[in-house]
């Protein structure tokens, strides 16, 4: 890696989460801790839809697990309600081995990634540099 190539900006991250019996957020976790050279961390809020401005402002993108969404609208509507309004973007990942992803989702998203760790580091990169 070149010098002028190296990212040291820390990526604030909301994940979704919740009922998860797969385990896909520890999966998807565990594949951005293998990039050693991406520094990110996670914000974790009690009630996405009341979470204020105070708490999106600082956020970089939204990762929508799309294999968590059929036990999870409600949480995946906050976090597309708030997408839209602090100007947040989505990355969503799609299902752990599947290539479709639901529709209303795929609208919101400004990109879709597999489970690879490059192009999911790829993904939040591009997504953050596309809203400044």
Known sequence: MFEEDKDD???????????DIKNEHGQFTEKLFSKVDFLWKESISAAYGT???EFYQKIDAIILLAGL???NKETFTDLLEASEKYN???????PYGLE???L????KAATIVGWNA???VDS???????TE
């Open 104 to 107: 209303e989702l795929e609208e």
């Open 88 to 94: 947040i973007p989505i990355v969503l990942v799609r």
């Open 51 to 53: 979470a204020g401005e």
């Open 9 to 19: 900006k820390i990526y604030n991250l909301i994940i979704s989460n919740g009922n």
């Open 124 to 130: 939040i990169k591009n997504s953050d540099e596309n």
């Open 69 to 71: 969404y059929k036990d």
């Open 118 to 120: 490059n192009c999911i």
């Open 100 to 102: 479709e992803v639901p």
